[in-house]
T-cell receptor, first 113, second 114 residues
Framework: NAGVTQTPKFQVLKTGQSMTLQCAQD?????MYWYRQDPGMGLRLIYY???????DKGEVPNGYNVSRLNKREFSLRLESAAPSQTSVYFC????????????FGPGTRLTVT | GESVGLHLPTLSVQEGDNSIINCAYS??????FIWYKQESGKGPQFIID?????DKRQGQRVTVLLNKTVKHLSLQIAATQPGDSAVYFC?????????????FGTGTRLKVLA
């Protein structure tokens, strides 16, 4: 099992460009998440999908959109990148949303200039 | 690459010694807690969890203690090894009206000295 995979691993964008971060899990998990990690701060939830066919905003959703393509895949889109979106992005999955562990991908380091 | 805060508190321990990493959580109503380990350039990795109806849970070489009175969580690592060097952070789950909020700490860097 690969667990949670993310692509790309690194990306540099210019302000105003768009891109999509891809995430896939092979654990048959129902719930998937997108987080951002910034220096000096804990992980912050951008969007989540409690189950296939549903998505909801997290703590910091502005400037992002998501798509739960199927049970395995959950993508994060930046429509018009801004320097404030420079961060490390992690996708995670869990069997269900609630009191259970989340499995994280290796992360995407995004720089917006 | 550096993926976590540059100015995290650091705990340095000698190889073979025990490590204790502390976390003050934010909400007295949080009912589920996890410790994660994050190595440089990698995603967080689950270590151990504990529910609020427990005050201690043991795993392989790790023990988590929960003190709800003072909202404190600790992770004890026995016989610390070089491979334990990483950032460790706690996460709490707050359940409100059937919805869940996950709150992650900023972490402590553990350095194992040979």
């Amino acid at each position: 099992n690969a667990g949670v995979t993310q692509t790309p691993k690194f990306q540099v964008l210019k302000t105003g460009q768009s891109m999509t971060l891809q995430c896939a899990q092979d654990m048959n998990h129902n719930s998937m998440y997108w987080y951002r990690q910034d220096p000096g701060m804990g992980l912050r939830l951008i969007y989540y999908s409690a189950s296939e066919g549903t998505t909801d905003k997290g703590e910091v959703p502005n400037g992002y959109n998501v798509s739960r393509l199927n049970k395995r895949e959950f993508s994060l889109r930046l429509e018009s990148a801004a320097p404030s979106q420079t961060s490390v992005y992690f996708c995670a999955s869990s069997a269900y949303r609630g009191r259970n562990e989340q499995y994280f991908g290796p992360g995407t380091r995004l720089t917006v200039t | 690459g550096e993926s976590v805060g540059l100015h995290l508190p650091t705990l340095s321990v000698q190889e073979g010694d025990n490590s204790i990493i502390n976390c003050a959580y934010s909400n007295s109503a949080s009912d589920y807690f996890i410790w994660y380990k994050q190595e440089s350039g990698k995603g967080p990795q689950f270590i151990i969890d504990i529910r609020s109806n427990m005050d201690k849970r043991q795993g392989q070489r790790v023990t988590v203690l929960l003190n709800k009175t003072v909202k404190h969580l600790s992770l004890q690592i026995a016989a610390t090894q070089p491979g334990d060097s990483a950032v460790y952070f706690c996460a709490e789950t707050l359940t409100t009206s059937g919805t869940y909020k996950y709150i992650f700490g900023t972490g402590t860097r553990l350095k194992v000295l040979a």
